[in-house]
């Protein structure tokens, strides 16, 4: 009886241990004024007490933070200091993970299990590769490619649609989930991968699209970190990577390319978010990126880094306020791909070059692909939402937001 007690005990201590628990947590809205109430909140960054969902970007633009019920009297006390008011955004981030438990789990229970897995759900890593094999396996358009193996041994897998690979057919190519928490975008890339692959021979558009085109999509490009959103800490960004020296895990292999690398936008504290890691390349995730996209050297049309949140399309580059000769050229894309996708169902977007419109961010995925790979049209888009959800976007909203995403995205390669 006794070592059944102790049993029970060691199981619920094992339980409340195994997920992070974020009851109570809020998300806070704080608008900085001045370049030193700016400078504050960017020094900030680095503090484990604290966690940016908005990163700061410019005086008059908010930016996002969520704090502990711990830790928020102080912080509260720290920006009144700094003559900055908040408003709660979230009150409780615990609360809007439950409800996307449960919002997953009536769909799972609604799954006619038609296809591999209900492409308007969010699915595990070992999900997503299981469909990803299965299409593979069924659709003869379909084959899968590993651009490398996580720190923990997951493979990092491209799927590659295509109607004739020896055709060397320009290429569009996507990196989704490089940021663990961001869902939405791992769930975007597989929802377009399915409309591409169940839409041929019957979809005129979409047949003509690949005809015309290789598709390439890395639903879940950092595997490490997007595991463990499932089983331990919903709201974990970076990857996994034991950092020597440190107590603090991660790097933001968003970070992590050559372009800029170091430079402001990203940070030499592991603990940091944006901890840039030890050298441009250093993560795996970053090197099977640059690999993957190098193997099409030549032949890459668009390059789209999928994150979210705050409804934005970007353009290089991020690590410098400096504009590429081609802005011009890249300006007009995007502002067809805005219209599209805003006509759609609405939703706003703005859109312009990285380091102006939101802030400056050294080393990542998008200034690599444009100035390493010569991709002129080389884009970020942070899908939605504005910050209502945040990163714990319901369900029901994947496919509005592939639709649109998928609408502004044709109309761009229509124009280009
Ligand atoms: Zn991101």
């Known amino acids: 009886m006794k070592n059944y007690i102790l049993l029970v005990f060691a199981l619920l201590a094992l339980a409340t241990a195994a997920k992070v628990n974020y009851?109570?947590?809020k998300v806070i809205r704080v608008t900085p004024e001045t370049k030193e109430q700016l400078e504050f909140l960017r020094d900030w960054e680095s503090s484990s007490e604290i966690d940016f969902w908005l990163l700061p970007s410019s005086a008059g633009r908010f930016?996002?933070?969520r704090v502990s019920p711990e830790t928020y009297a102080h912080v509260a006390a720290k920006l009144a200091d700094m003559k900055m008011s908040h408003t709660v955004h979230i009150a409780d981030v615990g609360e809007l993970e439950r409800q996307e438990q449960q919002n997953m789990a009536q769909r799972i229970a609604m799954f006619n299990g038609e296809k591999a897995i209900d492409v308007e759900n969010y699915h595990t890593y070992e999900e997503v590769m299981a469909y990803l094999a299965?299409?593979?396996?069924?659709?003869?358009?379909?084959?899968?490619k590993v651009g490398g193996t996580s720190e923990e041994g997951r493979d990092i897998v491209q799927a590659i649609i295509s109607s004739d690979l020896s055709a060397n057919k320009p290429v569009h190519?996507?990196?989704c989930n490089i940021h663990a928490r961001e869902w939405i975008t791992g769930a975007t890339c597989v929802w377009i991968i399915d409309q591409i692959t169940t839409g041929y021979g019957s979809d005129p558009e979409i047949t003509s699209l690949v005809d015309l085109y290789d598709w390439k999509f890395v639903p879940i490009a950092n595997p490490d970190g997007y595991a463990y959103t499932w089983s331990t800490d919903r709201n974990w960004r970076k990857n996994r990577l034991v950092n020597n020296g440190s107590t603090c895990v991660g790097v933001d292999a968003n970070r992590n390319f050559p372009i800029g690398f170091a430079g402001s936008g990203s940070s030499s504290d592991p603990c940091s978010g944006t901890y840039h890691g030890i050298a441009a390349f250093s993560e795996r995730e970053a090197s099977a990126l640059r690999d993957l996209i190098a193997a099409d050297r030549g032949r890459v049309k668009t390059a789209i880094s999928m994150h979210s949140y705050s409804q934005m399309f970007l353009s290089p580059y991020g690590y410098t306020t400096d504009l590429p000769v081609e802005y011009p050229e890249m300006f007009r894309a995007m502002e067809i791909a805005v219209t599209a996708l805003t006509s759609t169902y609405g939703t706003p977007?703005?859109?312009g070059n990285t380091a102006v419109t939101i802030y400056i961010a050294s080393g990542d995925t998008t200034d690599h692909y444009y100035e390493s790979e010569g991709v002129v049209h080389s884009y970020t888009i942070e899908l939605r939402d504005s910050g209502t959800y945040g990163f714990q976007l319901p369900p029901d909203q994947i496919v509005p937001t592939a639709i649109?995403?998928?609408n502004g995205f044709k109309a761009m390669i229509n124009a280009i």
């Open 23 to 25: 009851t109570g947590h």
């Open 63 to 65: 930016a996002d933070i």
């Open 134 to 144: 299965d299409l593979a396996n069924t659709n003869p358009l379909v084959t899968t």
């Open 173 to 175: 190519f996507f990196d």
């Open 349 to 351: 977007y703005t859109y």
């Open 404 to 406: 649109e995403t998928w």
